[in-house]
């Protein structure tokens, strides 16, 4: 089974400029998140979408962070325009379904992530 | 806000020895706490979790004990190898009331190098 596919896996931009990441979540899988993770710190979760409609995004900075998932299946992130503070890996996950079912369906599977450098 | 507090930061054990990472949360409605392994350039990947209703869950060399009344959970690596040497975070969520997947609180991470 594929995992998730994350492009590009590096990236290097000058503050104020724009930035989009791509993610292709597993196969049949209709819940994905995308997660900041700073330098020594946890994944923190910034938009969660169920198939193409967004469950959470209450920690997402929506005056330059976006994200879509037109067709419930890929996902873009952007920034525009990147900060300094913006430097870190974006994480994307996929989960099989919603979680009110419980068990193995709850796992979140995850991208090799996208290692953002704002100078 | 954190809300799942992790310790310790780093962590050196000597092969063969037995690694333990402590995790505390503040949040009673977490009701699944799972722990994910994470190598150097590599996503988070899932290695045991555990929910609640049990105090104890053991899958090979990693056991979970959780202690509820307490709001603790622990990740004991038995006989630990060189190649356990990742960073560990510990996670707790919420049933998704939306219908969406559960929203996963991470712990800061621990750092742990498994010496020969």
């Known amino acids: 089974e594929a995992g998730v596919a994350q492009s590009p896996r590096y990236k290097i931009i000058e503050k104020r400029q724009s930035v989009a990441f791509w993610c292709n979540p597993i196969s049949g899988h209709a819940t994905l998140y995308w997660y900041q993770q700073i330098l020594g710190q946890g994944p923190k979760l910034l938009i969660q979408?169920?198939?193409?409609?967004?469950?959470?995004d209450s920690q997402l900075p929506k005056d330059r962070f976006s994200a879509e998932r037109l067709k419930g299946v890929d996902s873009t992130l952007k920034i525009q325009p990147a900060k300094l503070e913006d430097s870190a890996v974006y994480l994307c996950a996929s989960s099989l379904a919603p979680p009110l079912t419980g068990g193995d369906q709850e796992t979140q599977y995850f991208g090799p992530g996208t290692r953002l450098l704002v100078l | 806000q954190q809300q799942v507090k992790q310790s310790p930061q780093s962590l050196i054990v000597q092969k063969g020895g037995i690694s333990i990472i402590n995790c505390a949360y503040e949040n009673t409605a977490f009701d699944y706490f799972p722990w994910y392994q994470q190598f150097p350039g590599k996503g988070p990947a899932l290695l045991i979790a555990?929910?609640?209703?049990?105090s104890e869950k053991k899958e090979g060399r990693f056991t979970i004990s959780f202690n509820k009344s307490a709001k603790q959970f622990s990740l004991h690596i038995m006989d630990s190898q060189p190649g356990d040497s990742a960073t560990y975070f510990c996670a707790a969520s919420i049933p998704g009331v939306t219908g969406g997947g559960n929203k996963l609180t991470f712990g800061t991470g621990t750092q742990l190098k498994v010496e020969l």
């Open positions: 555990i929910r609640p209703d049990v």
């Open positions: 979408f169920q198939n193409n409609g967004v469950v959470d």
